[in-house]
């Protein structure tokens, strides 16, 4: 890997800060010439003004100790999926007539840049954060950094870029059905899906509210809990915010009963090395002296299915419909079709679903009785980029399968790299748990990730000791 590429890592970047190694002018520096090294790569829907950036990092370096001391995230670039608002820059969601000039910042952003971060931009992503692929963008493709003719991940693609490049330290991007996991898995980064209402769900273009939640990429599973402490808040102006009864580091110590789908039930679509390296995971959990036990997996490809196949859509119908309706021909033709088949469904038929997926909630909720979590293949196979072109649909409902219940079932979920294919593309496990277990599934991913994988995204770095 290129030297050029700086470890964004918080404890290396802020041990650097500490020893004097480096300053945050240094790293903004460094950032800015390896965005422009990279020319037209598809990470970006907006960049911030480059003088803008370096008179952030100069403000930075001037501050005492003592201030620096009360910054989490100081020094840290960063960057913003292009549905979440920032006062002042435009929002697409990756659809330029849909373009709008945020009044308001997210609360979760705005606490990040409270908290010391340097915002660079805001990323490419699939439009109206509808599919889990990256392709669905008339910003193009952001280019996955460890082989070109495979998809990045969606619909957060251009975040999971933009920290696997070494572009970012982290990066905020959506999750409704695995938006935030999808990405981490093609990129060999960490994927935080927080509970539901942990971030606020306002001043962003939502695909789904009921589902809808700001994500979070790092290098690290440490990095992604830090963003997510120093970040999680309640908007007063969001009607769906909450907040955690549990400490957010909460810790998963001894040996853990482990919830994996039956052999019979995993569906890994005629890729052989992506089965051997989910069984390898799981032989490393063994290893780790945590308790593994299949269960049926049925009614959780039965809950991922409701996301995209049926009347659960008309809730991003209410979002964007009517925009897709007086603006057809500006709108991506995948993400037009899937969102107007709502139409063939009744508003009986919605709460018909509604209250299936109430039922089938319940039922997967109950699995966290007997098991601490759930641990699943993030993806079960990689696509190419021409893999979408020849079939826009088959491959996103299979991105999506082993993923779209979590929030959909209220639950927590991360997803962090387990190793790499034949191909040199990697592949993660995402571990789910019940609302609020946030810092705890992130504990148990963190040694899972260290014990896995030697190197950080696709920047050559490695682990810092510990």
Known sequence: MPNDIPNLSFSALHAAYAAGTTTPIDIAEQVLALVQSRGDDGVWIYKVAPDTVMARARALAALSQEQIDDLPLYG????????????????????????????????????????????????????????????????????????????????????????????????????????????????????????????????????????????????????????????????????????????????????????????????????????????????????????????????????????????????????????????PDAVDPTVRQVISSVARFSATDAFNAVYQLHRNARTIRKTFETADVLAVPTVGTVYKVSDLVADPIGPNANNGLYLNFASMADLAAIAVPNGFLPSGIPMGMTFTGPAFSDGFLANLAGAFHRRRVATLGATGHAFAAI
Request: negative net charge.
């Open 76 to 327: 840290i670039p960063f960057s913003v999926k292009d549905c979440i608002d920032i006062a002042g820059m435009p929002t697409t969601s990756a659809c330029p007539a849909y373009e709008y000039i945020a009044s308001h910042t997210n609360l979760a952003v705005q606490r990040a840049l409270d908290a010391g971060a340097i915002l660079i931009g805001k990323t490419n992503m699939d439009q109206f954060a509808t599919g889990v692929v990256g392709v669905r963008s008339p910003y193009g493709v952001a280019r996955n950094p460890f082989d070109a003719d495979y998809i990045p991940g969606g619909s957060s693609s251009g975040a999971g870029v933009s920290v696997s490049a070494g572009l970012c330290g982290f990066a905020f991007g959506s999750d409704t059905g695995g938006s935030g996991r999808v990405p981490a898995s093609y990129n060999n980064v960490v994927g935080l899906k927080p509970t539901l209402g942990l971030f606020p769900r306002n001043a962003m273009v939502n695909a789904s509210p009921s589902f809808d939640t700001v994500s979070v990429y790092a290098l690290t599973c440490d990095d992604a809990v830090r963003v997510l402490q120093t970040c999680h808040a309640v908007d007063p102006d969001d009607l769906y915010g909450r907040t955690s009864p549990v400490p957010l580091d909460m810790q998963a110590d001894g040996s853990l009963r482990i919830a994996v789908p039956k052999a019979g039930d995993l569906l890994f679509f005629g890729n052989d090395a992506a089965q051997a390296l989910y069984e390898q995971g799981l032989d490393e959990l063994t290893a780790m002296g945590h308790e593994l036990t299949e269960i049926d997996f049925a009614i959780f490809f039965e809950t991922s299915r409701m996301m995209f196949e049926g009347p659960l859509l008309a809730e991003r119908d209410a979002m964007v419909g009517d925009f897709i309706k007086a603006n």
